[in-house]
């Protein structure tokens, strides 16, 4: 088995550095709740066909509790991306008081 490269978020620097993209792989209301200011929203399900959308620098890839974001990094590692998946993904990112941004008005929140 194929070990995917995963951080938790105690590995990711706050403010994220420079360099750093994010890519964020869940729908779209989870996206409109809350997400990372700056990141690039591709739904897992249209990632194949927007590979050209997906930062070439090195990628934080982000979902709601990690499972979807681990698939995209598995296929996108294959792509030869170099990517990485945050394990806990929003919900320890939330948890941790990191920034986030909302589209909804209400403020921001993972649903």
């Known amino acids: 088995m194929v070990s995917l490269p995963t951080v938790g978020i105690d590995g990711v620097p706050d403010p994220l ?5 994010v ?6 209301g ?3 709740a809350g997400h990372i200011e700056g990141a690039v929203h591709i739904p897992l399900s ?29 296929w996108l ?15 320890d990112w939330e948890a941790a008081g990191r ?5 909804t008005g209400a403020p921001p929140a993972v649903v």
């Not at 890519?23 to 779209?28: A, F, H, K, Q």
């Not at 990632?47 to 598995?74: F, Y």
């Open 77 to 91: 590692t294959q792509q030869g991306r170099d990517v990485v998946n945050l394990d806990g993904g929003m919900l």
């Open 30 to 32: 989870e996206w409109s």
């Open 99 to 103: 920034p986030m941004v909302s589209e």
């Open 17 to 21: 550095p420079e360099g750093l993209a």
């Open 46 to 74: 249209d990632l194949p066909t927007r590979l050209d959308d997906v930062p070439v620098e090195r990628t934080l890839v982000v979902c709601k509790v990690g499972g979807r974001s681990a698939r995209a990094v598995a």
């Open 23 to 28: 890519l964020d792989v869940r729908e779209p």
